[in-house]
């Protein structure tokens, strides 16, 4: 079964940072895109970066390129997402996901990200 | 932010059919870019609805269809059930962005 547990979430003042992880297991996670997706509360999803199976390749989405920055360990089969600089826009549910072709195929539980001071 | 827009809500009664639209343009849906679906529940992650702009996952009742054309693509959902209330998002790749996009997202009520 396709597990994936996120950790690190919590409340950060604006211009801080933060680290999250998110631990993969069931499946062979040097194989696979991954990629991390955020939700606003009551707003939609919104795309934030992705990474190739041997994390050579990154891309990120606009309004967070040059202030996070996505790895991931696969002798340890986790992802992560460096957050810094952030701002009272970056609050939101980040998940965590596995992609296959050009979907998202495995969605974690999701941890907030809230930035107040 | 979102580039392909949904119709903010949908209702239907018990046993009905509903449809929920999908527009992109020329540099998403419109260039050939697969559309895909997520259903979120109240309270909990989106979950894979429709791939491909058709091909349900396994354990994805066949009341679940999807359809794409031009520039736009639409979820049906047929013999609506109170357990289907929830969000639903399309999403698809943008060539122009280089990047993910989703829809707006869709409400839909169980009447």
């Known amino acids: 079964e396709v597990q994936l547990v996120e950790s690190g979430g919590g409340l950060v003042q604006p211009g801080g940072s933060l680290r999250l992880s998110c631990a993969a297991s069931?499946?062979?996670?040097?194989?696979?895109?991954m990629h991390w997706v955020r939700q606003a509360p009551g707003k939609g999803l919104v795309w934030v970066s992705r990474?190739?199976?041997?994390?050579?390749?990154?891309t990120y989405a606009d309004s967070v390129n040059g202030r996070f920055t996505i790895s991931r360990d696969n002798a340890e089969n986790t992802l992560y997402l460096q957050l810094n600089s952030l701002r009272a826009g970056d609050s939101a549910v980040y998940y965590c996901?596995?992609?296959?072709?050009?979907?998202?195929?495995?969605w974690s539980q999701g941890t907030l990200v809230t930035v107040s001071s | 932010q979102s580039v392909l827009t949904q119709p903010p809500s949908v209702s239907g009664a018990p046993g009905q059919r509903v449809t929920i639209s999908c527009t992109g343009s020329?540099?998403?849906?419109?260039?050939?870019?697969?559309v895909h679906w997520y259903q979120q529940l109240p309270g909990t992650a989106p979950k894979l609805l429709i791939s491909?702009?058709?091909n349900r996952p396994s354990g994805v009742p066949d009341r679940f269809s999807g359809s794409k054309s031009g520039t736009s693509a639409s979820l049906a959902i047929t013999g609506l059930q109170a357990e289907d209330e929830a969000d639903y998002y399309c999403?698809?790749?943008?060539?122009?962005?280089?990047?993910?996009?989703f829809g707006t997202g869709t409400k839909v009520t169980v009447l």
């Open positions: 069931g499946f062979t996670f040097s194989s696979y895109w």
């Open positions: 990474i190739n199976p041997d994390g050579s390749s990154t």
């Open positions: 996901i596995r992609g296959y072709s050009s979907y998202f195929e495995y």
């Open positions: 020329s540099s998403n849906i419109g260039a050939g870019s697969d």
């Open positions: 491909d702009n058709s």
């Open positions: 999403q698809s790749y943008d060539n122009s962005l280089s990047g993910y996009v």
